[in-house]
């Protein structure tokens, strides 16, 4: 179990993502970029927070915003320079953060010369680099399609296009401009590794790794269950955590970390992993990655038609999935702790009301779950979700190409557009609501996504003076991991497993006991605690709103508290 006095530096690290398209932009291109990020390291010094996960800056043709690489050793114009990377990893160092970058190795660009190579002709040396196949013979009438396999890319349509030169399909779970890579060619991994050499000799402090649990497929390629959109399959099985998985990340790590020193972050972004795949992944005698991104809390309000059919969140639900995992990582490996990223709306406006109690409540929970939290920009100010008033606003190649074919397919495009705003990435890609000036403070021109209009009041600057901002509830969560080992690595127990608006815990380590009560729900609610805890300190809160008295807490709306008892306490 990791505990003192070995626990990893990362157990007692926040990590503070910077998707770099939307954080500041220096040029007034209206596209954030690398001078931009280092003007601003203030802010993220002044939070407090340990490392930077910088979204994918290499040379793309920007079809999914940086996840189509076309040269993983080049950093795209629209984001600066290599110097001016150099310059930002540098004054990150200086400050006493870290930074890792995103490794995005399942797929590249079908603009990267490996793939121009691959796609020449059947003999290219690097044919087999990606995943070529023939159309389904025989073709059945009835069937989707000619596609090798019947499954359904994650951005709409199937995950294979036909590539003229030589007659054959190739692979790509999503764009067709991002075709999967094929490691189970060992060029292809020795050329990874090379690569991810190159970058920590530079400097890096690690990486975050793009749907990792993707890279080994099953050879057969077999088709799914047709549960997609126009009858095609769901091939999840056949693509995730697949048979040579662990292997692959072994490899990954000796050949790419032994023999380093330093203070690394490896993390795995693994859509579908279960906790019982997640626990050998971040088994430490493993040698894997540190830590995974798993789905599940995430998927809870997804109904039966997937992410774009959302129905409401069962808080029960939520706590028995977060719950599961502490127990499941709790004696091996560890857990990321996040409810945002580049890819999910504002925690805000899904699981709160879009105030700023409930921006803070739900952090104070998160936060203080056993595991390394993840900020995504933005949310440490309570940024919500976006009025996207109609398709013309929206820029997401996921979002557009469900629009597309969701109304081609004849859905009514308002009921689809009511699911892009309360679901769709982009609500996270608005610019960062710096000031309450033009474009928000993001850049002197027009912003590639527009700016929220709530940033008038929404914003850092009219927080950074006012103690009670969402903001500066961030900063004392941030800095309660730091100081408090019992945030750190003490063991966690939940409790209210049954009630529908409360989310409470306990965190103990020797002597020392937290506990997190958080009323999660705009109607006042009021639970019992054990006698112990009226002796309690409290250690923080979100609201004037509460009153404990011997036996009861009495919480106002998103009132959330963290009491703490001592050895000496009773
Ligand atoms: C996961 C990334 O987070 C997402 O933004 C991207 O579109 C896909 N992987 C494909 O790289």
């Keep these: 179990m990791i505990d003192r006095p070995t626990a990893p530096w990362w157990t007692s690290a926040v990590v503070y993502q910077v998707y770099p398209r939307s954080f500041a932009d220096s040029t007034g291109d209206g596209i954030g970029d690398l001078v931009g990020i280092t003007s601003r390291l203030d802010h993220l010094q002044r939070l407090g927070v340990d490392v930077v996960w910088l979204s994918p800056i290499y040379l793309s043709p920007q079809a999914d915003n940086g996840y189509d690489i076309s040269d993983y050793q080049a950093v795209d114009p629209v984001f600066g320079t290599l110097e001016d990377f150099d310059r930002l990893l540098a004054q990150v160092h200086e400050r006493g953060m870290r930074l890792v970058m995103d490794l995005v190795v399942n797929h590249t660009s079908d603009e990267h010369p490996w793939f121009v190579e691959s796609r020449s002709g059947k003999d290219n040396p690097k044919r087999d680099w990606y995943w070529w196949r023939p159309a389904r013979e025989p073709f059945t009438a009835g069937e989707p399609g000619a596609e090798p396999t019947n499954w359904e890319s994650f951005f709409s349509g199937p995950t294979w296009t036909l590539d003229e030169t030589t007659g054959e399909y190739y692979l790509h779970l999503f764009d067709r401009k991002q075709p999967d890579l094929n490691w189970e060619n060992p060029e292809v991994r020795a050329a990874v590794h090379e690569m991810m050499r190159w970058w920590l000799d530079r400097g890096v402090d690690g990486f975050r790794m793009d749907v990792i649990n993707f890279i080994s497929k099953h050879p057969e390629l077999r088709d799914g269950p047709t549960t997609g959109t126009g009858g095609l399959g769901n091939g999840f099985a056949q693509f995730a955590t697949g048979p040579r ?26 859509p579908g992993v279960t906790w019982e795949d997640a626990r050998l992944f971040t088994d430490p005698a493993r040698g894997e990655v540190d830590m995974v991104f798993q789905f599940e809390h995430v998927s809870l309000d997804h109904g039966p038609g997937g992410k774009f059919d959302p129905k409401p969140l069962d808080l029960r639900d939520l706590k028995a999935s977060l719950g599961r995992w502490q127990t499941a990582l709790g004696e091996t490996g560890w857990n990321s702790l996040y409810w945002n990223n580049h890819d999910q709306p504002r925690v805000v406006s899904r699981f709160g009301d879009g105030s700023r109690e409930s921006a803070t409540a739900l952090a104070t929970v998160l936060h203080l779950h056993r595991g390394t939290p993840y900020v995504y920009q933005g949310e ?38 009511t699911a892009l705003r309360a679901m769709g990435r982009d609500n996270a890609r608005t610019p960062v609501q710096w000031t309450a000036d033009h474009e928000a403070g993001f850049t002197d021109g027009t912003p590639w996504i527009a700016v929220n209009p709530n940033h008038t009041w929404l914003n850092a600057a009219a927080q950074y003076d006012d103690p009670h901002s969402v903001f500066h509830h961030y900063r004392r969560l941030i800095e309660l991991r730091h100081t408090r080992p019992v945030v750190a690595v003490g063991d966690f127990t939940m409790l209210l497993a049954d009630h529908p608006h409360v989310y409470a815990f306990e965190r103990r380590l020797d002597d020392v006991r937290l506990l997190v009560v958080a009323n999660l729900h705009g109607t006042e609610q009021t639970v019992d605690l054990a006698p112990e805890w009226a002796g309690a300190t409290a250690v923080l809160s979100n609201t004037a709103g509460h009153d404990v008295d011997a036996s009861r807490a009495i919480l106002q709306p998103w009132a959330a508290l963290v009491l703490e008892l001592t050895g000496g306490q009773s």
């Excluded at 990954?252 to 330093?262: D, H, I, S």
């Excluded at 013309?392 to 009921?415: C, T």
Aim: overall charge negative; cysteine-free.
């Design 245 to 270: 998985v662990h292997e692959f990340l072994q490899e990954m790590r000796r050949e790419v970390f032994a023999g380093r020193t330093g203070n690394f972050l490896t993390v795995g972004e693994m």
């Design 380 to 417: 440490e100010l309570g940024m919500t979700n976006a009025p996207f008033a109609g398709v013309d606003d929206l820029r997401d190649v996921e979002s557009l190409n469900h629009f597309h074919r969701a109304v081609e397919a004849g859905q009514d495009p308002e009921a689809v557009l």
